[in-house]
C-alpha cells in the first residue's frame, strides 16, 4: 500500500480552499437598488388565484347538491313504497271487512308517518344542498302523506271514503311529482 505524501496532500488541500475562496467571493457582490414586484404579474396572480378558488367553491357547491339530490331521490321510492303497500293492505281489509281492520288501519298510518319523517328528514339533512324545486315537490309529499295518515286514522266500517280518497290521490300526485322531477 503506499503511503499519503504530505506534500502533495497539502498541495491539494491548499488548491480546494482557493477555488471554496473565490467562489465564495463572487457570490458577495451586492448590486443596489430595491426589489420591487412586477406589477402586471402580480395583479394576473391575484386574477388567476381568484378565478381558481371561485372554480373550486362552485365545483364543491354543484358536488354537494349532486349528493343531495341523489341520496335523496335514491332513497324515496323506497321509503315511501313501504308507505303505498300498508294503505293498500288496509283498502283490501276495509273494501273485504276483515276481522284484522285495526291492526292493518294502525300499520299504514305508521308507516305513512314513518315514510312523511324520513322524507323530511331527508330534506333537512341536505339542507341549502338540495334544490328549491325539488324541495317543494318533497314537502308537499310529506304534507299530503301526513294528511292521509290522519284521514285513515280517523277511518271506521262506517266512515265515508270520500276524504280518504281525496287524500290517497293527493299522496299519488305528490309521489308522482317526485319521480318526475328526480333525475333517472
Do not use: W
Not at 386574477?47 to 373550486?56: N, Y
Not at 293492505?89 to 300499520?107: G, I, L, M, Q, T
Amino acid at each position: 500500500m503506499q503511503r499519503l505524501d504530505p506534500r502533495r496532500f497539502g498541495l491539494i488541500c491548499a488548491a480546494a480552499a482557493l477555488v471554496t475562496g473565490a467562489t465564495l467571493a463572487g457570490c458577495a457582490n451586492q448590486i443596489e437598488g430595491v426589489a420591487t414586484p412586477n406589477a402586471a404579474e402580480a395583479t394576473a396572480y391575484r386574477s388567476f388565484a381568484s378565478s381558481s378558488s371561485a372554480a373550486a367553491t362552485s365545483s364543491q357547491i354543484a358536488a354537494a347538491r349532486d349528493k343531495a339530490i341523489a341520496d335523496n331521490c335514491g332513497l324515496f321510492p323506497g321509503t315511501t313504497g313501504t308507505g303505498v303497500t300498508k294503505y293498500n293492505e288496509f283498502v283490501d281489509a276495509h273494501d273485504s271487512n276483515a276481522p284484522d281492520y285495526d291492526a292493518k288501519r294502525d300499520a299504514a298510518v305508521t308507516a305513512l308517518d314513518n315514510a312523511a319523517d324520513q322524507v323530511e328528514g331527508g330534506m333537512n339533512a341536505a339542507g341549502a344542498d338540495l334544490p328549491d324545486e325539488l324541495k317543494a315537490k318533497f314537502a308537499d309529499y310529506v304534507d299530503a302523506a301526513r294528511a292521509l295518515s290522519r284521514s285513515t286514522r280517523e277511518m271506521n266500517y262506517a266512515s265515508p271514503v270520500g276524504p280518504l280518497n281525496d287524500a290517497s290521490k293527493r299522496v299519488n300526485d305528490a309521489r308522482n311529482a317526485v319521480r318526475d322531477t328526480c333525475p333517472g
